[in-house]
């Protein structure tokens, strides 16, 4: 089956610094990789998407790397702010126009 | 108006009631999920529909039946209910005319208690 794994320990940093979470896959690369935000009692937003051949995606403060050597994601927010504080989840495209979610690491920017 | 509505918001009910979640769009995608997040397991996909006719299992069917009345609405049933189905539950769409970009709308969710 088609894993995707998260730290599951909670990320603390300090406001203004760049946050870096990472994501881990098993088997074949998948044609892409998404990252959704997740705030407490609500549902998962959508992110980034990045393809199996794209190295880098940016999105305002945000960046997402795809490395099919290492297997694995890196999510950046640079300049981060209070107002990051949420889970992140990573999915892969898990074939069958499905995808398959990690259990999402979750992140507190403090002041 | 948010464009995927879940009802109910939260849901306590007995082992063995039959219970029914709803969802309804407003975004006009043909796709629509269910999902189930448990803390530690993360979200799994109950079922999906990518068509008014098309219904489909997901990872972890037992013990749910779900019913695509129109392309909007795709409600979520468990015939009798049972303790271990104590989660989240979230409704989502997707839009296969973006097939390339193929991102998921997630509804707020339903809290559902079993006890």
Known sequence: SQKIEQNSEALNIQEGKTATLTCNYTNYSPAYLQWYRQDPGRGPVFLLLIRENEKEKRKERLKVTFDTTLKQSLFHITASQPADS???LCAREGGGNKLTFGTGTQ???EL | D???TQTPRNRITKTGKRIMLECSQT???DR???YRQ?????LRLIYYSFD???INKGEISDGYSVSRQAQAKFSLSLESAIPNQTALYFCATSDS???RNEKLFFGSGTQLSVL
Not at chain 2, 38 to 42: F, M
């Open chain 2, 52 to 54: 008014v006719k098309d």
């Open chain 1, 86 to 88: 949420a889970t992140y």
């Open chain 2, 27 to 29: 975004k006009g995608h």
């Open chain 2, 2 to 4: 948010a464009d995927v």
């Open chain 2, 38 to 42: 448990d803390p530690g397991l993360g």
């Open chain 1, 107 to 109: 992140l507190k920017v």
């Open chain 2, 97 to 99: 005319k973006d097939a």
């Open chain 2, 32 to 34: 629509m999920y269910w």
